[in-house]
């Protein structure tokens, strides 16, 4: 733990180019085995049982660029315990993860990524900005202060697994069964559900460029137009850049293939954006015309 520690903080004092440190952390509860031992009556007495505590356990990993090619230094911390999961905790955590990188090189471009759990997240974000600011307020005043500020990034990122956790358990909560052994066959059906259409997706995903390779592109057709712009409206598409690109490529089936006006096979990304256009919507088929 030690090793690894000083040897990512001597790379980030030597190292000239940019850097980028990113940590996560999360907390997770623990039963850890308790032996207690006393006399009573002048005998030697052992009780032994299970407690439950609150672990921190959190990693980081230092990035840089030496001769084109990307150099990982991993920063690992044995699991710390805690009283509660707040943002004071998650902070003090954090601080205690790695020394303050502008502290270590006062110059140079430097990003900072944290991701951790949804709870208190704003405020422990609060708390990680303003101690980058007053690293940074310590440096001397003038040029040096500010392009320092300017050369330091902050990405704060919430986990998304404990949202999709927590919507799942408080939107099922009313229908999972009281008996632990049912709950568990109700969640092994609800997995099986989340996993199947997220199979069909990965499927559906996986044929969109052999789709797209079958557009024909025809001469453009701009009339109606208005009339195209409204039908995307009705299909509750917000985006209007979406729209306007979905006007002007005019998509149509015309004797089971798909047609694409001619002017749009001459965007530099007509694939990514064709797929994109699909995405965004969520209704490309249905507001395509069968003529």
Known sequence: EAFLRRRAVRFVERHTGAVLFSAQGDCTPAQVPMSFVGSAGGRRVIR??????????????????????????????????VETTSSWQYFAAIRGLFPPI?????AGLIVLHFAFDRAGFSSTVRLLEQQMHLETSLLPAGARRTMASLTQLFVATPCALHDVAGSIRWS??????????EAKGFL?????GIAALRNSFDILTKGVPDLL????????????????????????????????????????VVGGDIVCNESCRRWDDAISR???LGDASGHLRLGIPDL
């Open 213 to 252: 390779a079958m557009i024909r592109w025809e001469p453009d057709d701009h009339s109606r137009a208005d009339e195209r712009r409204l039908l995307w409206q009705w299909l509750d598409i917000s985006d209007d850049a979406v729209i306007d690109d979905l006007v002007q490529l005019h998509p149509r």
């Open 102 to 106: 502008r502290r270590l090189r006062p």
């Open 48 to 81: 032994t049982g299970n407690a439950g505590v609150e672990l921190m356990v959190q990693r980081g990993f230092v990035y840089g660029f030496v001769n084109s090619e990307t150099v990982c230094m991993p920063v690992w911390q044995e699991p710390l315990q």
């Open 188 to 192: 092994k059906v609800l997995f099986c």
């Open 274 to 276: 064709v797929s994109g």
């Open 172 to 181: 099922s909560r009313d229908l999972m069964p009281r008996d632990k052994e």
